[in-house]
Nanobody, 126 residues
Framework: QVQLVESGGGLVQSGGSLRLSCAAS????????MGWFRQGPGKEREFVAW????????SYADAVKGRFTVSRDNAKNTVYLQMNSLKPEDTAVYYC???????????????????WGQGTQVTVSS
């Protein structure tokens, strides 16, 4: 079965940390850029972080810069999102996606991804 599976979400107090994982099965991700997005209640899915296939280039949304770190382990077919200094406004369902290599694809856009996981809930209490 081809899938991305996120895990590691949960309930945490403001200022706390979580580490999300995105594991791929039946799907190659080692040669693809990967993105993390989130969708809060009543909001559209928004870009959070991006990592190139080899981990050499990273990009973050301004809202998480300096607090979140994206990384990957291609041997384990897994991408990670370390989230520190969490705030209530970080509450959302977090998704990982595999970047579609095509003309016009932009890593910060939802429609530039061809596979998504089911998401993992992150709730930050104040």
């Amino acid at each position: 079965q081809v899938q991305l599976v996120e895990s590691g979400g949960g309930l945490v107090q403001s200022g706390g940390s979580l580490r999300l994982s995105c594991a791929a099965s039946g799907l190659t991700i080692s040669t693809y850029g990967m993105g993390w997005f989130r969708q809060g209640p009543g909001k559209e899915r928004e870009f959070v972080a991006w990592i190139t296939w080899n981990g050499r280039y990273l990009s973050y949304a301004d809202a998480v810069k300096g607090r979140f770190t994206v990384s990957r382990d291609n041997a384990k077919n897994t991408v990670y999102l370390q989230m520190n200094s969490l705030k209530p406004e970080d509450t959302a369902v977090y998704y990982c996606g595999r970047f579609r290599v095509a003309s016009g694809s932009v890593y910060s856009r939802v429609n530039s991804y061809d596979y998504w996981g089911q998401g993992t809930q992150v709730t930050v209490s104040s």
